[in-house]
Structure formats: structure tokens, C-alpha cells
């Protein structure tokens, strides 16, 4: 298991993420990451930015389904079987609050507790935390980068009501939405810790899925907004051997993408 009581590395992910689309906004974070409310959100002063926390959920459900995909498919990463539980569901999760209450039972420290959750999660939540265990990957809040160069920051939009149950467009509801233009740049820091090589390849190829065109952002996806393009991305580790070095102000160097992605390729099997 990775520690969580002692440092071993640290990686900055940064990069900007580019609205090839216009992009819609929402008034509130979505619970649901793929719903139909918006993760794109603006700042008392008018700022679009997304939340962190959206963003992490939109790539968070994003690997849960490439990880069932992989499951499925009876595939292994690093010689263990992987899987991704429903965190929506408390009766799907990997560790239930029952299971907790077993492994609590049966710990003697902490540290065994941790092990024995550790053990019982799934690869998502070991990655992305869940109710029991800390998250190691953070996400900051991705603000909008290049106002100076957009003609306005948003712009509002009429939208035709869909009937749901007949999938046809029903003459006479019409509700505005607010867009934020294409072209438009969200600036993207993530720090992942204590991760293998391979986690930070399964962090960057949601990330790029975001930026390739199969996953999009925010509602309205099927009309043909919020995709995007990631640009300038940039990956830069700190290993525990280095930290002091780091700590003294030193900036790491970068470490091309690739090597995690292929860190992935390889340990599946
Ligand atoms: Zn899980």
C-alpha cells in the first residue's frame, strides 16, 4: 500500500484546459459529474471558473468507467485485480460502513486499520478517496485564465425545452442559458501523492480524454458544448530522496506525459 504517514513523492500537473466549444454554466456545482446541472461556475464578480471538486468529479467518474471497462476485461495493473465501486450508493461502495465497522473491530492501531481499508478499497477510491480513506490526488479550482483576450466572458443564449419522454423539441418552453465562449482558457493545477507512475497515467489519460474529445464538460454536451483542449500540459515530480531541495525553493524539472502513460501500458496485464 502507499503511505500515507510518510512522504514519498509528490507530482504537479499543470496545464490550461482550452473550451474548443462554448462551454455552459451552472448556478451550482452538479452532485451528479455527467448531469444535467453544470460544473462551471462563476465567481461573485462575474469570474467562470470550475471547481476543483467538479472537475475531480468528472474525472473521477470518467476512470471509474474505464476501470470497470479494464475489470471487466479481466485485466490486472501491477499483478492486482482492479475494480471501481459505486460511490453513489452506499450499499455499492467498496468498504460499507459495516466492513468499516469489521476491519475497526479487528485493528489494533491505526495503522493496521489504514492497511485493512486500504486493502478492501477499490483502485478509484485508493486513488481518489472515499468516505474512509484521504484522496491522494487534489484538484485546485480551474480560473479562467485569458479574459483579457475574449470579447465577454459569458454570454447568454435561448434554449428549446426538450420533451423527455418524446425526445422532440415542444414548442413554446424556451429558457436562456449562459455560455462561456470557445476559446476560453481554465488554468489546471492538480498534485497527486505518494502515487506510482501508473496512478499518475490513469490521472492523465482521463485528463486527456477530456482534451481528445471523448469526455466533455458541463451540460448540454449533446448540442455540442463544453469540449475541450488541453494544452501546455506539464508534469513535474518531487521524490522523497530530492525533497529537501525542493523544499529550499528549487523547482522540478518536468517529466514528459508519455512515461506515464506507457508506466500504465505496462503494468496491465
Ligand atoms: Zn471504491
Redesign the pocket.
Known sequence: MKSFFHFENRYFVTGALRARTALSIGSRASLMPTGSDLPVIKTPEGVPFIPGSSLKGVLRAFTERLVRTLEQLGKRINGQVV?????LDEDQ???TPKIKEQISEKAADERTFTEKLWEK??????LYG?QWLASRVSFQDAVLRNAESLVRLTEVRDGVGIDRDLGTARTGIKFDFETVPAGAEFDLNLVLENVDDWEVGLVLVALEALGNGHLALGGKTTRGLGWMELVRLQVQGIQAQDLLQYLGGQIPPPTAAERFRQALLAHLS
Open positions: 475494480s471501481a465501486c459505486d460511490p461502495r467498496c468498504v478499497s477499490c483502485t478509484v477510491c485508493r472515499s
